[in-house]
């Protein structure tokens, strides 16, 4: 597609339930990511896909949270049991570069668990 | 741990003036660095990178670099209401796998 494409745009959930969010990237784009940003706050690297292998998965923050990615596709990210400190938006990013020129970010994942 | 720090803000100037958006880093092995704007409500988007210490310029925006102070600027000329959003910092690992952003600089232009 022409740019990362993020769904759904907004989720709203009851606290203990699962989500999944997903993230198409631009296509050919072998580095995907994924951020959370707080209401206020900055972005929060959670994990780095090369291909579907996945380097760095150092920001994830807790168990709860796991992410695939399909060869060099679709990445869906997982919460489970979700907590109220879960609600933010989730971006995703990426790249065909390496991020020598930078990242490109879908439009985000609004998350708000009641 | 890496950090990246900006002065959260708001920076508030007039239309017409200079902007001047300020960013330090942690991590000195650093190579590449990078200005995210952010509308509220809206995804970052690139603005410019710069790798090299000195200046780099794009239209009304001007990146510096100084790698020996760990210091990165963005300068916007001739601010417009337009320009008001938050500036994100942001820095490449020096492994180039990862961005770690600052939280950002509020910009308001008034007209």
């Known amino acids: 597609g022409a740019g990362v494409s993020q769904s759904p745009s907004n989720k709203v959930t009851e606290k203990g339930k699962d989500v999944e969010l997903r993230c198409d990237p631009i296509?050919?784009?072998?580095?995907l990511y994924w951020y959370r940003q707080r209401l206020g706050q900055g972005l929060e690297f959670l994990i780095y896909f090369q291909g579907n292998s996945a380097p760095d998965k150092s920001g994830l923050p807790s168990d709860r949270f796991s992410a695939e990615r399909t060869g060099e596709s679709v990445s869906t990210l997982t919460i489970q049991r979700t907590q109220q400190e879960d609600s933010a938006v989730y971006l995703c990013?990426?790249?065909?570069?390496?991020?020598?020129?930078?990242?490109?970010f879908g439009s985000g994942t609004r998350l708000t668990v009641v | 741990q890496k950090e990246v720090e900006q002065n959260s803000g708001p920076l508030s100037v007039p239309e017409g003036a200079i902007a001047s958006l300020n960013c330090t880093y942690s991590?000195?092995?650093?190579?590449?660095f990078f200005w995210y704007r952010q509308y509220s409500g809206k995804s970052p988007e690139l603005i410019m990178f710069i790798y090299s210490n000195g200046d780099k310029e794009d239209g009304r925006f001007t990146a510096q670099l100084n790698k020996a102070s760990q210091y990165v600027s963005l300068l916007i000329r001739d601010s417009q209401p337009s320009d008001s959003a938050t500036y994100l910092c942001a820095v490449m690992d020096s492994g180039y796998s990862t961005l770690t952003f600052g939280k950002g600089t509020m910009l308001l232009v008034s007209p």
């Open positions: 991590d000195r092995g650093s190579q590449s």
């Open positions: 296509s050919g784009h072998t580095a």
């Open positions: 990013a990426s790249t065909s570069d390496r991020g020598l020129y930078g990242y490109t």
